[in-house]
C-alpha cells in the first residue's frame, strides 16, 4: 500500500511513503489539522501526518462501530462523523458514529440522532459550512439502500443531533 500525491503542475503521481497502517481495505478517509484520518473496514483508525510523512494507527476508546465496508466519513470540529455502510453478508447499515480526534481524548461512541435517513451504503458524505462563523454540517449524498438507489440529500446537524432532508433537483 503506498501514500502517493497528484502533483498539479505536472499531472504525475509522486511516491509519499509507504506503508498505511488501517490496511483492513475499503477505507474511508477525511482530513483535519494537518492529519488525514483513515478509517478501516474492521473498525480501525490511522493517521498520516503530512508533514512527518509518517502512519499511526490510533489506539482507542470507547465503543467502535461494527466492520464494515464503503461508510464514509466527515470531519466536522474536533470530530470524525462515520455513517452508513454494510457488513461482509450485505446487510446496510444506518447508524451514526462520532469519533473524537483531540489528541489524548480519542474515543468512538455511537449517536443516535432525531430524524435519521434511510440507511445506506456506496453514498458521499462531506463536511460543509453554510456560511462562515456558522457551525459546519455533515452532508450525506445519494447511495445505495440494499434494493435500489437512494437520490436524497440529507443534512446531519452535529450540535443538535438532527438530520433533514434536503429537497433538490436534478440528481
Known sequence: EHAMPI??????????????????????TATHDGRIFVYGSRSSISTLD???????????????PPPRK?????????SLWLYGGHDDVGDVSG?????????????????VADCAPPARTYHTAVRWQRQLGCRAEVVVLGGFDGKSPC??????????????SVPHSGF
Open 7 to 28: 502533483g498539479v503542475m505536472d499531472a504525475t503521481w509522486h511516491p509519499l511513503l509507504e506503508g498505511c497502517a488501517a490496511g483492513d481495505g475499503f477505507a474511508a
Open 50 to 64: 503530512i508533514d512527518s510523512r509518517s502512519w499511526v494507527r490510533m489506539s482507542v476508546q470507547g465503543e467502535r
Open 70 to 78: 464503503h461508510a464514509q466519513i466527515a470531519c466536522v470540529q474536533n
Open 95 to 111: 447508524d451514526l458514529y462520532q469519533f473524537v480526534v483531540v489528541p489524548g481524548k480519542e474515543e468512538w461512541k455511537q449517536v
Open 151 to 164: 437520490g436524497d440529500m440529507q443534512i446531519l446537524n452535529v450540535g443538535i443531533g438532527v438530520w433533514s
